[in-house]
Nanobody
Framework: QVHVVESGGGSVQAGGSLTLSCAAS????????MGWFRQAPGKEREGVAA????????YYADSVKGRFTIARGNDKNTLYLQMNSLKPEDTAMYYC??????????????????WGQGTQVTVSS
């Protein structure tokens, strides 16, 4: 059973930065598709960023391009989301997700299989 756990959320003022971390465990595949999603109250969940751990391919939502950076740890089981220039509209519950699909299917439209419980990010104006 794959287990995904996020950490690093919190409260910050607009213009500030936060880094989210995600630890994945329970599988031995060499590479995986991993991503960050968010859901604000009353809104649908949206994809934020995704990457394939076996390469340098990354995907970003237009709303975060140039401000957020997704990266994996050296062990490929850890995922990070560096968030800079945060805006109040970035306030949401952020979720880490993982999937065993190959790189051809790894993007923000993928139906990720494994999800964490989420970590709250609140940006005040």
């Amino acid at each position: 059973q794959v287990h995904v756990v996020e950490s690093g959320g919190g409260s910050v003022q607009a213009g500030g930065s936060l880094t989210l971390s995600c630890a994945a465990s329970g599988y031995s595949h060499h590479n995986y598709c991993m991503g960050w999603f968010r859901q604000a109250p009353g809104k649908e969940r949206e994809g934020v960023a995704a990457l394939y751990t076996g390469g340098d391919i990354t995907y970003y939502a237009d709303s975060v391009k140039g401000r957020f950076t997704i990266a994996r740890g050296n062990d490929k089981n850890t995922l990070y989301l560096q968030m800079n220039s945060l805006k109040p509209e970035d306030t949401a519950m952020y979720y880490c997700a993982a999937d065993l699909s190959s790189w051809e299917y790894c993007n923000l439209r993928l139906g990720f299989t494994y999800w964490g419980q989420g970590t709250q990010v609140t940006v005040s104006s």
